[in-house]
């Protein structure tokens, strides 16, 4: 059975160098997609003219395509609607991925019940070292009650063996997708945007596909952001208050009836040390001191938690009937 076609979609901005040694991965891959989709946002023309001076280091199918805004999501989904594919491939422009990297995701498609594949990261810093490794027991994760947990980042060399298993997220810069198992990424989303992936994923699965985690299928990551650095400095908005938004909206535009009061129940309470719940506030103010700040903190988070699960209610309500796998075949 023949592989699916693909194209490839990088939102990109303001890392011209970094997008050339991604774009230089992905010229050398053993199956070579219909189309590579750089987008370059707002007016980051260094990013668009990087791509132009590669000439022929460039990838076979490379195009660009612009987003008016700098916004991921919005760039994320201008590349989704330029991609004429049945499978659309995604990674970060800070990202190397292995020449098999197309290959095993395609392998996957062959199966019609999949939706949607990923793969993990191995993260290095600016000097070239890698990340400490570990060997999380729970990967992609979420629990009935609303806590996530992610773990998809720098396993131990031993977790490549593991065989593929069934998720309920995927890491953005390494994951794939059925066109016809989701919709867009939400543009209700907060920058930095956290939990879109969540939210892509819960489409594909309230679709009747199953998501699907591939240990093996490793790319390599060299971030850049500072906004996941552990304190209390700078913008707390992007740091905390915005993915406190997000998740409460992505929960309750997904949870079913049953699990919402109790997904929101422990959003509330427990949260977490960096967007502490009730219960979490004890623990923040051990680990970052100043108990005032903190409780202004946790106040602000409530304020932004029931913000999002207002809209995410909205967006449930108005929301068309989704058709599920067996009806899509």
Known sequence: ???????????????????????????????????????????DIATRDAVLAMGGEAPAGLELVHSPEANMVGALNAGMRAADTDIILRTD???????????????????PTIGAV???????????????????????????????????????PAMRWWAPQDVDQLPGGNMSLRRG????????LRRYWQDNELDLCLQVKSRGYRVVFDFANVVMHHPTSNVSEPGRGGDLNVKIYNGAYNR??????HSPPHLRGVRLLYILMVGSVAAPGLAALPIAVKRYGRPARELRILLATWKHNLAGWGDGARVRAAAPPLRTACESQ
């Open 93 to 111: 422009d800070d990202a190397i991925a292995p020449p098999d990297w197309i290959e095993r995701h395609l392998a996957f498609y062959r199966d």
């Open 118 to 156: 990923g793969g993990p990261y191995d993260n290095f810093h600016p000097d070239g070292a890698p990340f400490m490794k570990r060997a999380p027991t729970r990967v992609g994760e979420l629990t009935w009650y609303g806590k996530a947990f992610g773990n998809m980042y720098d396993h131990e």
């Open 248 to 253: 409460s909206f992505v929960l309750s535009k």
């Open 1 to 43: 059975m023949p592989l699916p076609d693909a194209s490839v979609v990088i939102p990109s901005i303001g890392r011209p160098a970094a997008l050339v040694n991604c774009l230089r991965s992905l010229a050398n891959q053993t199956v070579v997609p219909c189309r590579i989709i750089v987008v370059w946002q707002a007016d």
């Open 181 to 188: 198992a989701c919709g867009e990424y939400d543009p209700h």
